[in-house]
């Protein structure tokens, strides 16, 4: 077949239309045949529908159309028109009332019924409801933004939505280039234009094993640029199979017109292995767009639960908790615009506060590792305690091709205004984009948007935080902060004492050498009186103290068995151990008494015991095992360092035959 058997010529209309086949044409192939055609004498009478500026650079002029759908059959050079100012009228139409126009309609007379303003229709696109009307003469604005259309002797109908447009057009080429890797020729490279996917029509159906694309995308219509010429075109390829790629994208701007390349490449990614059906579960994994916060008076009930839902009374907005300080909640994933006034209750807590003032765009809260600095972070993600190859694999699933069940929800700053922009997984790029001052924009990781994997770690792109992952991955990522900082986990180790039964007593000091139990890590501070809940010591706790355990407390004036007290602790910071139980059962003399805290202090359950905590030096230490029950042993006692990769060790269990 050759171009003129596929492009029909409508002089009546001015009009170049694809009209048969599936067969893709450079754009100079369209030019060489119309320059071809209107050099005959019998055309001599007619305008030349097209002029070429270069072999990849083509002009419609003398107000000669070409309709989107025929654009799909172009390729290799960039069209824009000269001449449809004024002479081409653009319609948009309202849902209501629609009537689909038909190819029987083209070249009838558009008439409208208020201001009696015609033209002729020359192509219509029914799902998007747009017309394009040639005017009759130049009063024929379509300037009623209300009033309803009809076709002469035609089938379409309906009623504008908005006043007419007018002004010239311009169609952009890019071609991709790069290593792609294939997949039985499904294609994946998608293009997406102002929050929307563009229809694919690609690849070329004349080479359809070969997936790269060369095609024209409209940057420009009625003499606007949509979404100021910019596209971004994807490469995200995860099989419904698994074996999955390593994602890429690429962002241009076409203003410029002409003929662009775009780089995209992709591999195998040998960590994102997993079918869809398998993935698709993993749904106790959360995702939070930090996005917003609110003021707000007391709070009645709860407290609030991190990631449940919060509703207002009155907007009907609902978000995911975050956070609340001082009167201050922060919330992520947030759909519509909570506001002033109005009872915000939580959906599995169901605690309540009402706010004070309406709602703030944010895009940051701080996180921070155990008895670490805080730092700012766009999105918080719940690993569910699942290991970090399952959450990586899920992350994948959620930002690739054709998914548009889950939403992203990153903050944008435009013209000095930070706004939530509200996208599908298959668009998200960073939860952070500024326009106006784009070295501010958050750097992009193609490969994974959320953050990449490798030998067993995880690394997360700027702004992500992860929490709550299993057990064994606790060191086993890199993170980096919304301010572009990295920041790493502590180095967490543990020590487990094993060859228990249920029952046993274990202790495991800190000592001062050999067996001899440091006893004074702490010198008690002014102000611990009899039924306090906390305890407060003149130095700073060390980082490698378990998080809630222990506390021994010595007073060194009694000399009786009860001078040391036991008292157990939900948590602690800086100087204070908080949640004692039970609270002090007497006052303490500041500088005078003294407090330590094991690393281990209590009655086995189990097979084992163990507690992980923070490394920050070598520790001596004194393992002590006890039991006084049924199958009495032996007292076990042994000593060790705990290090940089921690400690275990074996209670060996010598049946005491004495006992009674």
């Known amino acids: 077949m050759a171009i003129q058997d596929d492009f029909t010529i409508d002089y009546v209309n001015r009009r170049l239309i694809h009209s048969s086949g599936s067969t893709v044409y450079s754009s100079n192939a369209l030019y060489t045949y119309i320059m071809d055609t209107f050099d005959e004498l019998e055309q001599m009478d007619d305008t030349v529908p097209m002029s070429a500026q270069t072999p990849t650079d083509y002009t419609l002029i003398n107000g000669w159309f070409v309709d989107d759908d025929s654009f799909k059959y172009l390729k290799g050079g960039a069209v824009k028109t000269v001449g449809q100012i004024n002479e081409v009228r653009i319609i948009t139409l309202g849902s209501s009332g629609y009537t689909n126009a038909v190819s029987g309609d083209i070249g009838k007379l558009v008439t409208g019924g208020s201001s009696g303003d015609t033209g002729a229709l020359i192509a219509y696109d029914n799902t998007a409801r747009k017309w394009w009307v040639r005017m009759i003469d130049s009063g024929d604005l379509f300037d009623n933004a209300s009033e309803a259309l009809t076709i002469s002797s035609g089938t379409g109908a309906g009623t504008m939505s908005a006043i007419s447009i007018t002004g010239e057009n311009l169609w952009a080429n890019i071609y991709t280039l790069g290593t792609i890797e294939q997949h039985a020729n499904e294609e994946q490279i998608y293009v997406v234009q102002h929050g929307s996917v563009i229809p694919e029509w690609w690849p070329d159906p004349s080479t359809p094993s070969i997936r790269h694309i060369d095609v024209l995308i409209k940057v420009k219509e009625g003499g606007v640029e949509i979404d100021s010429g910019k596209i971004t075109v994807f490469l995200r390829n995860y099989p419904s199979t698994g074996n999955a790629d390593l994602y890429d994208h690429f962002e241009i701007s076409l203003t410029a017109g002409g003929r662009n390349a775009v780089p995209l490449a992709t591999s195998p990614d040998l960590n994102n292995t997993t079918a869809h059906a398998t993935i698709s579960t993993y749904t106790d994994i959360s995702i939070l767009f930090v996005n917003s916060t609110i003021t ?56 309540t506060c009402t706010t004070s003032a309406g709602m703030v765009t944010s895009r940051t809260t701080t996180k921070n590792f155990e008895q670490g600095s805080s730092y700012n972070y766009s999105v918080i993600i719940n690993c569910a305690t699942r290991p970090l190859s399952q959450v990586y694999e899920y992350l994948k699933y959620v930002t ?3 998914e548009n069940t889950f939403y992203t929800y990153g903050t944008d700053y435009l013209s000095a205004t930070l706004h939530i922009n509200k996208l599908s997984g298959e668009q998200y790029i960073t939860p952070f984009i500024d326009y106006d001052t784009p070295t501010n924009t958050f750097s992009p990781t193609k490969a994974s948007p959320f953050g990449t994997f490798a030998g067993g770690k995880f690394f997360g792109a700027r702004g992500v935080w992860i929490q709550n992952m299993a057990s064994s991955d606790i060191q086993n990522f890199q993170l980096i902060d919304s301010d572009n900082n990295t920041r790493t986990p502590p180095n967490k180790q543990s020590i487990t004492i094993s060859n228990l039964l249920s029952g046993d007593r274990i202790s495991v000091f800190r000592t001062i050498s ?5 006893k004074a890590m702490f010198t008690a501070a002014a102000g611990n009186t009899s039924g306090n809940a906390a305890f407060i010591v003149n130095e700073a706790i060390p980082a490698d103290t378990p998080s809630s355990g222990v506390i021994r407390i010595v007073d060194t004036t009694d000399t009786t068995s009860s001078r040391e007290t036991r008292y157990t602790y939900t948590s602690w910071t800086g100087s204070t151990f908080s949640g004692l139980v039970p609270t002090l059962n007497r006052s303490y003399t500041a500088n005078d008494d003294t407090a330590y805290t094991p690393f281990i202090d209590t009655t086995a359950t189990g097979t084992s015991a163990a507690v992980t905590v923070i490394y920050t030096s070598d520790r001596t230490i004194l393992v002590r095992v006890r039991r006084y029950t049924a199958t009495a042993i032996l007292p076990f006692e042994t000593t060790g360092s705990f290090t940089v990769s921690g400690y275990s060790t074996s209670a060996i269990r010598t049946a005491d035959s004495i006992v009674s």
Do not use: C, L, W
């Open 296 to 351: 707000h008076g007391a709070m009645s009930g709860g407290p609030y639960t991190d990631f449940e839902t919060v509703t207002g009374s009155i907007s009907g907005a609902t978000g995911k908790f975050v956070k609340e300080s001082s009167g201050t909640m922060t919330i992520g994933n947030v759909n519509g615009v909570f506001q002033s006034s109005e009872v915000i209750t939580g959906g599995a807590s169901g605690a």
């Open 514 to 518: 050999g067996t001899t139990i440091n």
């Open 400 to 402: 690739r091709e054709n």
